[in-house]
T-cell receptor, first 115, second 112 residues
Framework: AQKVTQAQTEISVVEKEDVTLDCVYE???????LFWYKQPPSGELVFLIR??????QNEISGRYSWNFQKSTSSFNFTITASQVVDSAVYFC????????????FGGGTRVLVKP | KAGVTQTPRYLIKTRGQQVTLSCSPI?????VSWYQQTPGQGLQFLFE???????NKGNFPGRFSGRQFSNSRSEMNVSTLELGDSALYLC???????????FGQGTRLTVV
């Protein structure tokens, strides 16, 4: 069965520091998709990034970057030069190729960015 | 382009009652999924509807049900409410295939 683990429950940083969020996943599927979502206090889950299992290229998008490594089943996410507005709970999620649009979420990491 | 809309935003119900939550997906999105979020269990998948058919179901009791209409709008129903059903219920819509899900702001249900 699929599983997503976010070992860090809470991270506190000072503004402008970099923040790296860890995510480890388990799946038996060879085709799957990984996501990061942000949940601000308003409650809505905001989509940030998606990665397909067949594309291990790591990219940077603005202040966000990610490191996808199939060999270690990890999909880590970094916020560069954090800002107070980045304070939120961040969720890593997995969707298996044959599971429709069902997402399996990790437990979330609360990020607190202090001014 | 309007996002995913969930109504109502907040709801207070009494144990034993039933409740219906509504979700209007992004225009053109035919897949609608529902999730329950609680402090203890985190985000858990309830079910997914695609073209008016339930395509996936999570591990929840039969008191939780849903449906999807021809315009892709979806409703979720919980009967015989229990205190443990207090949660944030999130709806997400997506296009078929390799796409991300977009979430609404949720309905916060409190059972007293």
């Amino acid at each position: 069965a699929q599983k997503v683990t976010q070992a860090q429950t809470e991270i506190s940083v000072v503004e402008k520091e970099d923040v790296t969020l860890d995510c480890v996943y388990e799946t038996r599927d060879t085709t799957y998709y990984l996501f990061w979502y942000k949940q601000p206090p308003s409650g809505e889950l905001v989509f940030l990034i998606r990665r397909n299992s067949f594309d291990e290229q790591n990219e940077i998008s603005g202040r966000y970057s990610w490191n996808f490594q199939k060999s270690t089943s990890s999909f880590n996410f970094t916020i560069t030069a954090s800002q107070v507005v980045d304070s939120a709970v961040y969720f890593c999620a997995l969707r298996e190729g044959a599971a429709g649009n069902k997402l399996t979420f990790g437990g979330g990491t609360r990020v607190l960015v202090k001014p | 382009k309007a996002g995913v809309t969930q109504t109502p935003r907040y709801l207070i119900k009494t144990r034993g009652q039933q409740v219906t939550l509504s979700c209007s997906p992004i225009s053109g999105h035919r897949s609608v999924s529902w999730y329950q979020q609680t402090p203890g269990q985190g985000l858990q998948f309830l079910f997914e509807y695609f073209s008016e058919t339930q395509r996936n179901k999570g591990n929840f009791p039969g008191r939780f049900s849903g449906r999807q209409f021809s315009n892709s709008r979806s409703e979720m129903n919980v009967s015989t409410l229990e205190l443990g059903d207090s949660a944030l219920y999130l709806c997400a819509s997506s296009l078929p295939g390799q796409s991300e899900a977009f979430f609404g702001q949720g309905t916060r249900l409190t059972v007293v």
